[in-house]
C-alpha cells in the first residue's frame, strides 16, 4: 500500500540528491539542473499532500513553481552566457570578477 | 498499484544520481529529463493528470531545451558530438528513458488511481475545470503578478544576453 510517507521519502530523497548536487559539482549548469531537481521535489510534495487531503490547492501552487522555475532559468542562463563570453569558463570556482 | 511507484520512485532516483554523478554535462541533461518524465508518470498516480501534461510540456520541454541548447552553446572543444555517441552510458540512459515512456503511455492508456490516504475524492479531482476554477477565482492575483514575473524575466534574460558585462 503506497501512503503518503512514501512520497514524502521520496520527495526528501531527490531533495536531498539536488543538494548534495549543488553542493559538490562545479559546473555552472549542473547547479541550475540540482536546483531544478530541488524544485520538482518540492512539486511532489505539495502534489502529494494536495491527493492527500483531497484538495486542488497544492496543485495550483504547482504551476506558480512552474512560472518561476522557468523566470529563474532564463534570467540564470542568461547570466551564465553573459559571464562566459567574460571569462571562457562555466566552472564556478574561476567566477571572480565580483571581487574587489 | 504498488508496483506502479516503486518502478518510477526507484527511476526518479536512479536518474537523479546520475543527473548530478555524471561527468559530462550532457548526459547530466539526459538524466534530468528521465527525472522529469518519472515524476510525471507519478503525478498520474496522484490523480493529477494536468499537473502531468505540464511537467511534461514546461519542465520536459521549456526548461530542458533550454538548458541543452546553453549546453550546445558552451560545450568545450574536448566535448565533440562524435565522443559523445560512442558513451555506452548514452545508450543505458536512453534505454531507461525509453522504458519510462512506454511506462507512462501504458499507465495513461490503462489509468491509474488509488493512493489509499485519509479522504476520499470529490468528483472530477484535478481535471482541469475544477483547476481552472480554483485559479482565477482564489488565485487571479497570484496569475496576474506571474505573469509580469515572466514579462520581467524575459525581457531581462533579453538584455542580460546581450550585453557585454
Same mark, same amino acid.
Request: glycine share 8%.
Given at each position: 500500500?503506497?501512503?503518503?510517507?512514501h512520497y514524502i521519502v521520496?520527495?526528501a530523497?531527490?531533495?536531498?540528491?539536488?543538494?548534495?548536487?549543488?553542493a559538490?559539482?562545479?559546473?555552472?549548469i549542473?547547479?541550475?539542473?540540482?536546483?531544478?531537481?530541488?524544485l520538482?521535489?518540492?512539486?511532489?510534495?505539495?502534489?502529494?499532500?494536495?491527493?492527500?487531503?483531497?484538495?486542488?490547492?497544492g496543485?495550483?501552487m504547482?504551476?506558480?513553481?512552474?512560472?518561476v522555475?522557468?523566470?529563474e532559468?532564463?534570467?540564470g542562463l542568461?547570466?551564465?552566457i553573459?559571464?562566459?563570453?567574460h571569462?571562457?569558463?562555466?566552472?564556478?570556482?574561476?567566477?571572480n570578477?565580483?571581487k574587489? | 498499484m504498488?508496483l506502479?511507484?516503486?518502478?518510477?520512485?526507484?527511476?526518479?532516483?536512479?536518474?537523479g544520481?546520475?543527473?548530478i554523478?555524471?561527468?559530462?554535462?550532457?548526459?547530466s541533461?539526459?538524466?534530468?529529463?528521465?527525472?522529469?518524465?518519472?515524476?510525471?508518470a507519478?503525478?498520474?498516480?496522484?490523480?493529477?493528470?494536468?499537473?502531468?501534461i505540464?511537467q511534461?510540456?514546461? &519542465?520536459?520541454?521549456?526548461?530542458? *531545451?533550454?538548458? =541543452?541548447?546553453? $549546453?550546445m552553446? #558552451?560545450?568545450?572543444?574536448?566535448?565533440?558530438?562524435?565522443?559523445?555517441?560512442?558513451?555506452?552510458?548514452?545508450r543505458v540512459m536512453?534505454?531507461i528513458?525509453?522504458l519510462?515512456?512506454l511506462?507512462?503511455?501504458?499507465?495513461g492508456a490503462?489509468?491509474v488511481?488509488d493512493l489509499?490516504?485519509?479522504?476520499?475524492?470529490?468528483?472530477?479531482?484535478?481535471?482541469?475545470?475544477?483547476?481552472g476554477?480554483?485559479m482565477?477565482r482564489? &488565485?487571479?492575483l497570484?496569475?496576474e *503578478?506571474?505573469? =509580469?514575473l515572466? $514579462?520581467?524575466? #524575459?525581457?531581462g534574460?533579453?538584455?542580460?544576453?546581450?550585453?557585454?558585462?
Amino acid at each position: 500500500m503506497v501512503t503518503l510517507t512514501h512520497y514524502i521519502v521520496l520527495s526528501a530523497v531527490l531533495f536531498g540528491l539536488g543538494a548534495i548536487g549543488f553542493a559538490v559539482r562545479r559546473n555552472a549548469i549542473i547547479l541550475f539542473m540540482s536546483i531544478e531537481l530541488m524544485l520538482n521535489a518540492v512539486n511532489l510534495s505539495l502534489v502529494a499532500f494536495s491527493r492527500y487531503r483531497a484538495e486542488l490547492n497544492g496543485q495550483v501552487m504547482v504551476l506558480f513553481i512552474y512560472a518561476v522555475a522557468a523566470a529563474e532559468v532564463a534570467v540564470g542562463l542568461a547570466i551564465l552566457i553573459s559571464l562566459f563570453r567574460h571569462v571562457r569558463e562555466v566552472d564556478v570556482t574561476r567566477f571572480n570578477i565580483l571581487k574587489w | 498499484m504498488d508496483l506502479y511507484f516503486w518502478i518510477f520512485a526507484v527511476m526518479a532516483v536512479a536518474a537523479g544520481l546520475f543527473t548530478i554523478s555524471s561527468r559530462e554535462p550532457l548526459s547530466s541533461g539526459l538524466g534530468l529529463l528521465t527525472v522529469f518524465i518519472a515524476l510525471s508518470a507519478l503525478y498520474l498516480h496522484l490523480h493529477a493528470p494536468l499537473v502531468a501534461i505540464f511537467q511534461v510540456t514546461i &519542465y520536459a520541454g521549456a526548461i530542458l *531545451v533550454l538548458i =541543452v541548447f546553453v $549546453l550546445m552553446l #558552451l560545450v568545450s572543444p574536448g566535448e565533440r558530438m562524435r565522443d559523445i555517441q560512442e558513451n555506452a552510458s548514452y545508450r543505458v540512459m536512453g534505454g531507461i528513458l525509453g522504458l519510462t515512456m512506454l511506462g507512462l503511455l501504458a499507465a495513461g492508456a490503462k489509468g491509474v488511481s488509488d493512493l489509499i490516504c485519509a479522504r476520499s475524492l470529490p468528483e472530477g479531482f484535478g481535471h482541469p475545470s475544477g483547476f481552472g476554477d480554483l485559479m482565477f477565482r482564489e &488565485y487571479l492575483l497570484h496569475f496576474e *503578478v506571474v505573469s =509580469v514575473l515572466l $514579462l520581467v524575466a #524575459l525581457i531581462g534574460a533579453i538584455y542580460l544576453a546581450k550585453k557585454r558585462i
